[in-house]
């Protein structure tokens, strides 16, 4: 994603290079933005800015990972869609947009706000040091959120953005529909999830590191013919899938 300013080059002027060292606060002041945090009713984040300041107010009575996502969203409205006068105000729909629609440029403004922030709290720079030798599971996954200070969604989503493996994250309604789902940069398009999960229920058990046939997830004729490694956990509203194609020769299989 096109960013006027790269959120690792911003930490790298700033001499960062460890977890505990990414300070938005610290980022936000080299930025010329104040940060304020304040009770919000309507929103989670708003930012109001002219050519050469901005003043950002975070909602003070959210979750304190949650905060931190939203600073770094205001933040990515302020390196990417500053000009004369620049007002947002994003709620917790704003902050959770993950796909980009094609007429909609208030969405992809957003959508580019929450992956600024991602890559601002999880730069590869330093994100990509601790993946080395982590298996793709929830046990992973709740290691680099405590790393991180970020919540388990979104250091899942960066886990797999980042990876070596081939490996992909799917988020569902309880109910079993597909909200969405990101793939690892290296696997083919052509392998997608399923649009709905019949037995909810039963597929939605909690798991770490299990091996089970591909085709519990995965949509295509050839998925009964191998297996995966599945993770399954819970945001607290949705179930996210966790999963890795640990032996590669099946991707050109599917
Ligand atoms: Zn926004």
Request: hydrophobic share 30%; glycine share 8%; with cysteine.
């Given at each position: 994603m096109k960013f006027k300013r790269q959120p690792g080059d911003i930490l790298k002027q700033l001499g960062i290079y460890e977890p505990?060292?990414?300070?938005?606060?610290?980022?936000?002041?080299?930025?010329?933005?104040?940060?304020?945090?304040?009770?919000?009713?309507?929103?989670?984040?708003?930012?109001?800015?002219?050519?050469?300041?901005a003043i950002i107010t975070v909602n003070r009575d959210a979750d304190p990972r949650r905060q931190r996502f939203s600073l770094?969203?205001?933040?990515?409205?302020?390196?990417?869609?500053?000009?004369?006068?620049?007002?947002?105000?994003?709620?917790?729909?704003?902050?959770?947009?993950?796909?980009?629609?094609?007429n909609n440029f208030r969405q992809q403004k957003e959508v580019r706000a929450n992956q600024f922030s991602a890559e601002l709290i999880m730069p590869e720079h330093i994100f990509g040091r601790y993946l080395n030798n982590l298996d793709i599971t929830t046990e992973s996954v709740n290691y680099l959120a405590n790393q991180f200070n970020v919540s388990r969604t979104s250091a899942a989503i960066r886990f797999v953005e980042v990876s070596d493996y081939p490996c992909m994250i799917v988020c569902w309604d309880k109910t079993g529909n597909r909200r969405w789902f990101t793939r690892n940069p290296i696997m083919p398009d052509s392998i997608w999830p399923y649009p709905r999960i019949i037995r909810p229920r039963e597929a939605f058990a909690l798991s770490n590191g299990v091996e089970v046939d591909a085709d519990k997830w995965i949509d295509s004729k050839r998925s009964e013919d191998y297996?995966?490694?599945?993770?399954v956990f819970s945001n607290g509203y949705d179930i996210l899938s966790l999963i890795w194609w640990k032996d590669e020769s099946h991707l050109t299989v599917c």
């Open positions: 505990e060292d990414i300070d938005l606060d610290l980022v936000a002041y080299s930025l010329n933005a104040d940060v304020k945090r304040a009770a919000l009713s309507d929103c989670e984040g708003n930012i109001i800015g002219t050519d050469e300041k770094g969203h205001e933040l990515g409205h302020w390196v990417n869609d500053r000009g004369k006068n620049l007002t947002y105000r994003c709620d917790t729909i704003d902050m959770r947009q993950r796909s980009m629609s094609k297996s995966v490694i599945e993770s």
